[in-house]
T-cell receptor
Framework: DQQVKQNSPSLSVQEGRISILNCDYTNSMFDYFLWYKKYPAEGPTFLISISSIKDKNEDGRFTVFLNKSAKHLSLHIVPSQPGDSAVYFCAATFFLQAAGNKLTFGGGTRVLVKP | DAGITQSPRHKVTETGTPVTLRCHQTENHRYMYWYRQDPGHGLRLIHYSYGVKDTDKGEVSDGYSVSRSKTEDFLLTLESATSSQTSVYFC?????????????FGPGTRLLVL
């Protein structure tokens, strides 16, 4: 049972346009959400996060929106650049004392930004 | 650069052989994690550690064991490798383990079990 799902395995967008990546979750206990970006042959790198007490978080070209009632979050990249071509993973977690910050990941969305 | 290295970076082995992957950190972080990445599944947690000699199971721990005898090293062992354990393995670290603590990932180890 996948608790975090990214239903679009791939996305193609023109340079300069907006990329919208979607993520759905089922576990109501999740209260912190993250997006990671991954290039081939490298480890994932942290991109942006959002706490469940917020509905929006912005960092430069990246904005994450959270809709708790729908158990849905999205990542907007504006404007998209060729260097944004990568696989993007959505992840979710909740705090477990002394157990660390165990992340549950979605399956990933491969983004291709065309020049 | 979060100071995480993984070794080996690539390995080919045969079914039934033991395999040990090493994660080494220079950040003195308390928490360390092992994930595997497979197509369609994203990354799934295998085991994690919240201190020296303190470890616990993750989502897909069957067939894997871990050890952490020093803060800087977290070892993942496949006691008897199977073809289903062909995957890319990532180690991650975090400092405080708190809710908003970012995990930093190593470069990965690509394992092929024939």
């Amino acid at each position: 049972d996948q608790q975090v799902k990214q239903n679009s395995p791939s996305l193609s967008v023109q340079e300069g346009r907006i990329s919208i990546l979607n993520c759905d979750y089922t576990n109501s206990m999740f209260d912190y959400f993250l997006w990671y970006k991954k290039y081939p042959a490298e480890g994932p790198t942290f991109l942006i996060s959002i706490s469940s007490i917020k509905d929006k978080n912005e960092d430069g070209r990246f904005t994450v929106f959270l809709n708790k009632s729908a158990k849905h979050l999205s990542l907007h990249i504006v404007p998209s650049q060729p260097g944004d071509s990568a696989v993007y993973f959505c992840a979710a977690t909740f705090f477990l004392q002394a157990a660390g910050n165990k992340l549950t990941f979605g399956g990933g969305t491969r983004v291709l930004v065309k020049p | 650069d979060a100071g995480i290295t993984q070794s080996p970076r690539h390995k080919v082995t045969e079914t039934g052989t033991p395999v040990t992957l090493r994660c080494h950190q220079t950040e003195n972080h308390r928490y360390m994690y092992w994930y595997r990445q497979d197509p369609g599944h994203g990354l799934r947690l295998i085991h994690y550690s919240y201190g020296v000699k303190d470890t616990d199971k993750g989502e897909v721990s069957d067939g894997y064991s871990v050890s952490r005898s020093k803060t800087e090293d977290f070892l993942l062992t496949l006691e008897s490798a199977t073809s289903s354990q062909t995957s890319v393995y990532f180690c991650a670290i975090s400092g405080l383990g708190g809710l908003e603590e970012t995990q930093y990932f190593g470069p990965g180890t690509r394992l092929l079990v024939l």
